[in-house]
């Protein structure tokens, strides 16, 4: 049991570039979300999922898009980097919605955009 | 919107002093608070998930309040060891959403 994992740990990007973020988790949850951690913010919310199939907007959604094709992956895509997009990426996931159950993490994507 | 808020923001301790971390939130309708630890470089691991409706959880060494009326709670760590040292974020859920919440984070650092 894996838990929740993220592709890839490291990555740097010119501006204008796109990549995208895989995550994946082996415990059957139903709710996914990618936050963004930076220094001095806190982590924020980007995008979520409630469900195969579903997306929503979070926080701070601009400049990033995602999908939920796999009940067990969500993919959060960068289509033109930006430095400002410099950060730590936490993918996290739970069996219900956050009021009602606990997230679990995964280890995080360090990006730096130049 | 609500604004989550650790006190201090950071804490160096002697190791086998008993100590207490701060979060105060500024909307008290919320579903629940979860305390997670993060160690550098490293994702979050959740440490108690406490109800709205609850007032404390325990685990082990570690005890969480709620005072959901103003808006605070409180994680307190007994007998604190060198393991212990790492940062500590809060987070509330709201009534209506999905998302967490998170404060800044208190750093500690736990001497031997």
């Known amino acids: 049991n894996a838990g929740v994992t993220q592709t890839p740990k490291f990555r740097v990007l010119k501006t204008g570039q796109s990549m995208t973020l895989l995550c994946a988790q082996d415990?059957?949850?139903?709710?996914m979300y990618w936050y963004r951690q930076d220094p001095g913010m806190g982590l924020r919310l980007i995008h979520y999922?409630?469900?195969?199939?579903?997306?929503a907007k979070g926080e701070v959604p601009d400049g990033y898009n995602v999908s939920r094709l796999k009940k067990q992956n969500f993919l959060l895509g960068l289509e033109s980097a930006a430095p400002s997009q410099t950060s730590v990426y936490f993918c996290?996931?739970?069996?219900?919605?956050?009021?009602?159950?606990?997230?679990?993490f995964g280890p995080g994507t360090r990006l730096t955009v130049t | 919107k609500q604004e989550v808020t650790q006190i201090p923001a950071a804490l160096s301790v002697p190791e086998g002093e008993n100590l207490v971390l701060n979060c105060s939130f500024t909307d008290s309708a919320i579903y629940n608070l979860q305390w997670f630890r993060q160690d550098p470089g490293k994702g979050l691991t959740s440490l108690l998930l406490i109800q709205s409706s609850q007032r404390e959880q325990t685990s082990g060494r570690l005890n969480a309040s709620l005072d959901k009326s103003s808006g605070r709670s409180t994680l307190y760590i007994a007998a604190s060891q060198p393991g212990d040292s790492a940062t500590y974020l809060c987070a509330v859920t709201r009534h209506s959403g999905y998302a967490l919440n998170f404060g800044k984070g208190t750093s500690l650092l736990v001497t031997p």
């Open positions: 996290a996931s739970s069996s219900g919605g956050a009021g009602a159950h606990e997230q679990y």
């Open positions: 999922s409630v469900g195969e199939g579903t997306t």
């Open positions: 415990m059957n949850h139903e709710y």
